[in-house]
């Protein structure tokens, strides 16, 4: 006599081997994904300072600090500061010389990519700090060029008279909230600055005072 359950039992055995095969391979193919992915930036994980000041002449660093998903340090990593959505931030050319309005920068052994940018202009619209093809921080960006000259000037000097006692954000070049003394000090030093040209000299506490009595 023939066992008529046999059959059946074969069958949901091998379907059962087949379901335990897949689903392993899908937890292979997962880990092997994240190992291969390990040193790659996760957003998630990755900083970038929300203001950035700039000046033609220079003088700031902007940093970047790229992690991955295990919240680990990336050395070598990318990231790319994107100017396409600020139309007022005028970048030297020396900074982009092939005028797609990005700038690309590595991470150091501890992960931070430290930028040196140099520009100017009026401040408006924002820059996208991207990672891994992803937005990771919208950044306003604060120029002492006031007047979109690419230079650092009477002129701006003069504007940021205008602005002392305001709370900003043009002009607050030290990010404390408030437009002051120490931010006419800032402007001192790169007074002369242009993107050809670094600041002449850094001006003393008593000269910036004696500039603005």
């Not at 040193?39 to 203001?51: E, F, G, N, T």
């Not at 690419?150 to 602005?163: E, K, Y």
Request: proline fraction near 5%; aromatic fraction near 6%.
């Amino acid at each position: 006599m023939h066992d008529n359950t046999k059959a059946p039992r074969r069958l949901f055995q091998s379907l059962g081997l087949a379901v335990v095969l897949t689903l392993g391979l899908a937890l292979v193919s997962a880990a092997l994904a994240r190992i291969a992915h390990a040193d790659a930036p996760d957003p998630r994980y990755c900083i970038a300072q929300p203001v950035m000041v700039s000046a033609p002449g220079g003088g700031f660093n902007y940093t970047v600090t790229l992690r991955d998903g295990a919240n680990q340090p990336v050395p070598g990593g990318t990231a790319i500061l994107d100017f396409t959505g600020a139309p007022g931030i005028l970048v030297c050319e020396d900074m982009d010389p092939d005028h797609d309005r990005r700038i690309v920068g590595s991470a150091n052994s501890i992960g931070v990519v430290t930028f040196s940018v140099r520009a100017g202009g009026t401040g408006a619209g924002t820059l996208e700090v991207i990672a891994a093809s992803a937005v990771i921080a919208t950044v306003s960006v604060r120029t002492m060029d006031f007047d979109g000259d690419m230079d650092v000037d009477q002129s701006d000097r003069s504007a940021l008279v205008t602005l002392l006692g305001t709370a900003g954000p043009a002009g607050d070049f030290d990010l404390n909230g408030i437009v002051d003394a120490a931010d006419q000090s800032m402007l001192e030093q790169r007074y002369g600055g242009n993107c050809a040209l670094l600041p002449a000299r850094a001006a003393t506490w008593g000269m910036v005072k004696g500039l603005y009595r």
